[in-house]
């Protein structure tokens, strides 16, 4: 494992480990490790992670690996009717993918030097002990980790919930998972791209994926062509500034930086994602009400 790879071997595998493997390019399905060739895991109903309810999920469907074809695994039987925290043995998590260690506690300098997201964060890691206790707790609850969502509460927010206990509090951005985050730094295209797929909550939490980044980011980045000491007006020039925006913007928004976060006692979470989604349905129901 290194700077530009996560890979690792099973046999490095640790109880309490955030681990990861690619279903595609664009898309890692996340878990956590408790040992015994078990993973704990949070996922939609017939596999589709990402659940965005369009041609995009044929695409993704496509590019995932199989495990077992059409004889399901002798341990973990079939699983295509399951949604939410469940548990899977090591094959089945991986469907015949590669293995990776998902990196916590890294620089800001690492962060940004990761090409994609979903791979690390500067945000500390509690003891494995507490980790596994996390996900098992999520596993036999009910419910425990509210209701699966591409943009602000899916597998990877899970996991990163299980190894810091750290929780987003906010309707206007979303969860700690660093890869929707890389998509809100690259903002515009990528926002509208998905968009155009129908990747929207009803409720309307997930509105940071289509709208630009904030005035921070793109004050900051103007700052980095001023010290460069060139104007943004040829191609290259608003190159390495767009990618100075994204940059900073991946560091904005991980869960290690950020200030709209909460440590949670993972026996208080059900009733407190219980409580902040009622929230958000009165104060949907409220604006309807204003508007009628």
């Known amino acids: 494992m290194g700077l530009f790879s996560n890979k690792i071997s099973r ?30 895991h949070f996922t939609r109903r017939g596999g589709l992670e990402i659940g965005t309810g369009t041609y995009l999920d044929k695409i993704i469907e ?3 690996p199989r495990h077992g074809g059409d004889n399901p ?12 925290v469940i548990s899977s043995c090591l ?6 993918g590669n293995l990776y260690l998902f990196q916590y506690d890294v620089s800001k300098a690492i962060l940004v030097a ?20 996390r996900a098992k707790c999520l596993l036999s609850g009910k419910n425990g980790f509210g209701e699966y969502h591409l943009l602000d509460n899916n597998c990877e927010d899970f996991a990163i919930y299980c190894k810091t206990g750290l929780l987003v509090f906010s309707v206007t951005k979303s969860g700690s ?19 155009y797929l129908g990747v929207v909550r009803t409720a309307g939490k997930a509105a940071s994926l289509v709208v ?27 190159a390495v500034v767009g990618y100075g925006k994204y940059c900073i913007g991946r560091v904005a928004y991980d869960v290690g930086v950020r200030k709209d976060i909460r440590k949670v006692p993972v026996e208080e979470l059900s009733t407190l994602m219980a409580v902040l989604e009622g ?8 604006n309807i009400d204003k508007n009628k």
């Open 177 to 195: 998972s660093s890869q929707v985050n890389a998509v809100c730094a690259a903002g515009g295209v990528a926002s509208l791209a998905l968009r």
């Open 73 to 84: 695994c002798p341990n973990c039987r079939d699983q295509s009717t399951l949604d939410g």
């Open 114 to 133: 990761k090409q994609r997201g979903g791979t690390c964060t500067t945000a500390p890691s509690d003891p494995p002990e507490e980790v596994v206790h």
């Open 91 to 96: 094959d089945c998590f991986l469907a015949g």
């Open 212 to 238: 630009s980044p904030s005035s921070v980011v793109s004050a900051a980045a103007s700052a980095i062509s001023t010290t460069l000491g060139f104007v943004t007006t040829g191609f290259a020039a608003m």
């Open 62 to 64: 496509i590019s995932v």
């Open 279 to 286: 929230s958000l349905d009165n104060l949907d129901n409220t």
């Open 11 to 40: 046999d490095e595998l640790k109880a309490g480990d955030h681990i990861y493997s690619w279903r595609s390019y664009i898309y890692s399905h996340h878990g956590i490790y408790v040992g015994d060739r078990k993973v704990i």
